[in-house]
């Protein structure tokens, strides 16, 4: 019986590659049989990995570039096909929250930092856009593939203090099903974009803001824990099952979709 879920032969470039989730997705991959675009800001990082897999018999090259730079994108997609000669899919990883589009919790709500939102909208929502533009036509000239967006259940209910990212993820959203409609009318069903929306998962990054150096988690861990049917915060691993799913053809009916990795929380109303 073939394997479906294989992603042997594949080319996927992952943006945020450098990232904590984005290593998880670039790991999965490579366990999946594809070979790996790398791409992020940090030149060092993006190198280590690469090296990391091709030394253990993996393929994978470091692209270093700014998601809101489209020359960079274009340099970096370029840099693919000079490598490996086609390309199949893309993960856009890149994005996140940042300082400047947090509300704290004393502050006024008619005097939010509105150009911080603004960063943190941009780096979301359009850096899930210009690499589509840039390494979607390449998948488009392979003639087969699949893109994949990261959302965040951040996108269907309010999480207090990030506005920005709030709205930023639910404009993927949007895009997301947009494009993959108009996808499916000029490449039938070769080319398909869904989205993966994890849940709240615990790394370096948010430690401090859910859980307690001495045990035990914060008010605002507390309050995910509640709301989560699982009880618990996920592991970055737990999202490549649906991610290599996504990408492989084993989807091959699936597009315009959001698959929730979220331990229940997005379907849970708390009572």
């Known amino acids: 019986m073939e394997n479906n879920y294989s992603l042997a032969g594949k080319v996927i470039i992952v943006t945020g590659g450098t990232g904590i989730l984005g290593n998880a997705f670039v790991n999965g991959i490579v366990a999946a049989g594809g070979a790996v675009g790398i791409l992020g800001r940090n030149e060092t990082v993006a190198n280590e990995r690469a090296k990391a897999i091709n030394d253990n018999g993996g393929k994978a090259i470091a692209l270093v570039a700014d998601v809101l730079n ?9 840099k693919v096909l000079d490598t490996f000669g ?10 996140g929250n940042m300082p400047g589009g947090v509300l704290l919790p004393d502050e006024n709500i008619f005097k939010m930092n509105l ?10 929502l359009w850096g899930t856009i210009l690499p589509t533009q840039v390494f979607g036509e390449s998948i488009a000239k392979t003639g087969k593939g699949s893109i994949v967006n990261i959302s965040s259940m951040n996108s269907k209910s309010a999480v207090t203090r990030v506005l ?20 499916a009318n000029r490449y039938g069903d070769a080319i398909r974009m869904n989205a993966l929306a994890p849940g709240f998962f615990l790394t370096e990054q948010n430690r401090n803001l859910l859980t307690k150096p001495e045990g035990g988690y914060t008010q605002r861990g507390e309050s995910v824990i509640r709301k ?5 915060f996920g592991h970055p691993d737990e999202l490549i099952g649906a991610l290599v799913w996504l990408l492989s053809d084993a989807s091959a009916f699936v597009t315009g979709s959001m698959v929730c990795v979220d331990g229940g929380f997005s379907i849970f109303s708390g009572v």
């Open 70 to 78: 489209e020359e960079e994108l274009k340099l970096a997609n370029q």
């Open 86 to 95: 086609r390309l199949d899919g893309l993960v856009n990883g890149a994005g």
């Open 115 to 124: 150009e911080g939102m603004k960063k943190v909208l941009e780096v979301n």
């Open 164 to 183: 920005g990212y709030n709205m930023g993820k639910a404009a993927v959203d949007c895009y997301n099903q947009w494009f993959a409609v108009e996808l």
């Open 228 to 232: 989560t049917p699982f009880k618990r």
